[in-house]
C-alpha cells in the first residue's frame, strides 16, 4: 500500500528499522519536515507575497531564528526580517501613548506565542502521525515494521496513542496500543538498566568491568523522555 503520503513514514519507519541508531522514527519525520522548512523559509519560499504576509504576522520562535541563522543562507534571513521589522514598527506605534491602549502588549503577545515554521510543522507532522494510524490499520506489512522499531520517545508514543484512540476501532485501538506500548515498554527496560549500569561503573567496584550498552544511556535516556528534535548543525560558512 504505497502511496505518495505514505511515502515518507515508511521511509522513516524502514530506516529506524535497519538502523537502531536512527531512533524513534517519528522524531526523524519531524526533522525532516523542519528541514524542508527552513530550506524553503530561506530559499524559494522567500520571496513569494504571500509566505512573506505570513511570516511578517507569525515570525519565528527563538529555536528557528537559531536554526535559520547557522545556514548559509543569512542574506535571505535578514530579507525576511526587514520586512518582518517594518511591519512590527507600524504595529507598535504609539505605544507609549496612553489612550492607544495595550494593542502593544497583545501583538508582542500573539508574536510570542506564535512561529510560522511550528505552525507548519505542525500542521504537516499531524497528518503523519494519521497516516501512522491508517498504515498500521490497513497494511499488515506496515504493522511488521512498527513492531521492529527501536522505541518512540514518550511524547510521539502519546501523540500516536492519541491519534489511534480518535481514529480507531475500540479493538483497533487496544490492538495498536498494545504493539505501540511493546515497543516503548521494552526500550523502557533496556534504557533502565543502561543507567543503572552507567551508575554502578562510578563505583570503584566496577571499574574493571566492561560498559556493555550504557555509555551514551544519558543522551538516550533525554532523548526518549523529551524526544530527538532540533538537531545541531555545525556552523556553515555564511553568504554576504
Known amino acids: 500500500m504505497e502511496q505518495i503520503y505514505t511515502i515518507p513514514v515508511n521511509e522513516a519507519f ?22 524542508n522548512e527552513l530550506d524553503a523559509i530561506l530559499g524559494a519560499s522567500m520571496m513569494e507575497p ?5 511570516t511578517n ?9 537559531d536554526m535559520m541563522f547557522t545556514r548559509k543562507n543569512r542574506l535571505g ?7 518582518h521589522l517594518d511591519e512590527l514598527i507600524s504595529d507598535l506605534k504609539g505605544g507609549a501613548l496612553p489612550l492607544m491602549g495595550a494593542k502593544p502588549q497583545k501583538r508582542i503577545s500573539e508574536l510570542e506565542a506564535s512561529c510560522y515554521v511550528c505552525r ?5 507532522f499531524k497528518h503523519m502521525i494519521e497516516t501512522v494510524v491508517y498504515l498500521w490499520d490497513k497494511d499488515e ?4 515494521k512498527l513492531k521492529a522499531q527501536p522505541y518512540f520517545c514518550l511524547p510521539h508514543y502519546r501523540a500516536l496513542l492519541e491519534c489511534g484512540e480518535a481514529r480507531l476501532q475500540k479493538k483497533r485501538y ?6 505501540c506500548s511493546e515497543v516503548v515498554n521494552k526500550y523502557l527496560a533496556e534504557l533502565k538498566d543502561d543507567i543503572s549500569w552507567f551508575c554502578k561503573k562510578f563505583d570503584y567496584r566496577y571499574g574493571d568491568e566492561p560498559w556493555y550498552n550504557s555509555k551514551d544511556s544519558v543522551e ?6 523529551r524526544s530527538d528534535l532540533h538537531p545541531a548543525e555545525p556552523p556553515k560558512n555564511q553568504k554576504n
Open 120 to 124: 507548519r510543522i505542525d500542521f504537516n
Open 57 to 65: 504576522k507569525e515570525g519565528f520562535c527563538k529555536t528557528h531564528y
Open 174 to 179: 487496544t490492538a495498536f496500543s498494545k504493539d
Open 77 to 83: 534571513m535578514a530579507l525576511t526580517l526587514e520586512s
Open 50 to 54: 504571500d509566505i512573506r504576509i505570513k
Open 14 to 35: 524502514e530506516a529506524s528499522r535497519d538502523d537502531r541508531a536512527c531512533g524513534c522514527p517519528m522524531c526523524a519525520l519531524y526533522n525532516k519536515l523542519e528541514e
Open 141 to 144: 506489512e506496515f504493522v511488521a
Open 220 to 225: 538516550r535516556a533525554i532523548k526518549f523522555l
